[in-house]
């Protein structure tokens, strides 16, 4: 195999596993269930069960300088007739207030799903 075609590959398998992660990442922070002993761990409180929607996900996802396709974001989706109890004041307030916590769960989570991609990129490369 080429180099240029085993870097690519390398690269495509490391922009899954981040947004593998960050989508999870919105889910556990949907539930506040998330992995690594959950958002209590790490002294956040939860968001409001059954919150967010996909725009709304889009939206926090973009706070955390990430880009993720409405595409993939569409697990959130809700039906046309629900009726959302959290306003955007209150997700931008949520967001500022555990921000320097978020930041760090968020980078840990994507972290955890690159090691996890590139150990298995590198068995599948090295044939174990």
């Given at each position: 195999m080429s180099s240029?075609?085993?870097n690519m590959r390398k690269?495509?398998?490391v922009r899954s596993a981040k947004t593998a992660a960050m989508?999870?990442?919105l889910k556990a922070l949907e539930t506040g269930e998330g992995d690594y002993g959950g958002f209590g761990s790490f002294n956040i409180k939860k968001v409001r069960?059954?919150?967010?929607n996909s725009y709304r996900a889009m939206k926090i996802a973009a706070y955390f300088d990430k880009r993720i396709s409405k595409k993939h974001l569409?697990?959130?989706s809700k039906d046309t007739n629900y009726v959302y109890r959290l306003t955007y004041a209150d997700i931008d307030a949520y967001l500022k207030e555990y921000d320097k916590e978020l930041r760090f769960y968020c980078r840990f989570y994507?972290?955890?799903y690159v090691n996890d991609a590139l150990t298995e990129f590198d068995k599948i490369t090295n044939n174990d």
């Open positions: 240029r075609s085993e690269v495509n398998a989508i999870d990442f069960l059954v919150e967010l569409s697990i959130f994507i972290q955890s």
